[in-house]
């Protein structure tokens, strides 16, 4: 009867372990998907400067050489990720796929920093004013 009752306990945890990562992935593919309307950009920064914004519509390598060593970024279908670099850790390296916005690699020792970003929704904030009307040079009080 022992043998039972412990085939039941541990039968038990398995089935909730696998809907603790079901419900998980379902959450995650959710959370992905409600963001994929929005375009997004890789956005690299080296020792905290912006080194550039990248589309991720095209496939591409960039090459990032500093002083401090060599990155190679890889955007493929999307997905971006580090494909090399000479740092000794090779942390960024083990990454993987950046999967959204909250997440990042960084090389530390080469002091680069990449995250995916919202692309800037800039329909409204380059809007021009409508000829012919006139508009003020200066706001006072």
């Known amino acids: 009867m022992r043998k039972k009752k412990d085939l039941i306990l541990i039968l038990s945890f398995l089935i909730l372990i696998a ?3 079901l419900i998980r992935f379902v959450l995650q593919k959710n959370s992905r998907d409600a963001g994929s309307g929005a375009p997004t950009l890789l956005k690299v920064t080296v020792m905290g400067e912006e080194y550039g914004e990248f589309s991720l519509d095209e496939d591409r390598e960039i090459v990032i050489s500093t002083g ?9 279908q999307g997905r971006v990720y580090m494909k090399e670099a000479d740092c000794p850790d090779q942390y960024c390296v083990l990454h993987g796929a950046l999967a959204s916005t909250a997440d990042s690699i960084v090389c530390l020792p080469h002091r680069l920093a990449a995250q995916l970003v919202p692309a800037p929704d800039d329909t409204e904030a380059r809007s021009l004013p409508d000829e012919g009307k006139e508009v003020p040079d200066a706001i006072s009080r």
């Open 19 to 21: 809907l603790a990562f």
């Open 68 to 76: 401090y060593g060599t990155n190679r970024i890889c955007i493929d």
